[in-house]
């Protein structure tokens, strides 16, 4: 079996404490952890099984990523919105960045750590060293909340090279400081339906 072979971990912490020229009634937090990674799939061609590496690799990733992120956020219970991604390097596939983060192996050890309810929203893309890291939030407990519909953007200056992939957990500690476009409840309530317009 495939081990990941890490070469860095990087966390990435900002809190915002004035919005929209105002103080934030409470300060938003966000978190990410991140792991560089040798492409379990690199230099092989076209792999058609990627299982083996995913049961390898995946729950290692995800248990690690977890709890390097409730280290910076305390502990599960303050972590309100969350996220996940992957950037495959230029010599990878989309699938490799997918394969990772999209199997409970990974997402599981997050869920589980934080007694979530939806799913994790997710990005998954190609890049080269120094991309944008974009980690989509919602909250934990219920994906209609916009309050928490935020992003973690980051980026890691040598990473990923084209032979790398780099995964990532995310966290946030409250919403948007000064959230005032309701959520998908009211929509729907004055709407009376998804379809409306």
């Known amino acids: 079996m495939t081990r990941p072979a890490i070469r860095k971990i990087v966390t990435y912490t900002e809190t915002t404490l004035i919005e929209g020229g105002k103080d934030a009634p409470r300060p938003l937090v966000l978190h990410a952890a991140a792991a ?48 996940k991604a992957a950037v495959v390097g230029t010599s990878g596939e989309i699938e490799h960045a997918s394969a990772l983060i999209h199997t409970l192996r990974f997402g599981n050890f997050y869920r589980k750590a ?13 890049g080269g060293p120094n991309c944008a890291i974009a980690i989509p939030l919602m909250h934990k407990h219920d994906e209609g909340m916009r309050s ?20 990532a957990l995310a966290a946030s500690i409250g919403g948007r400081p000064h959230h005032r476009i309701g959520d998908r409840y009211q929509d729907l309530k004055m709407l009376g339906s998804n379809d409306a317009a």
């Open 36 to 83: 560089v990674l040798t492409n379990p799939w690199a230099g092989r061609g076209f792999v058609e099984d990627l299982q083996p590496e995913i049961q390898a690799v995946a729950p290692v990733l995800g248990e690690m990523l977890t709890e390097r992120l409730l280290a910076l956020a305390g502990s599960g219970e303050t972590v309100e919105g969350y996220g």
């Open 114 to 126: 934080v007694g979530a309810k939806s799913y994790l929203s997710f990005t998954n893309v190609r």
């Open 148 to 167: 928490h519909y935020l992003t973690v953007q980051f980026a890691i200056n040598d990473a990923p090279a084209p032979d790398e992939i780099v995964v």
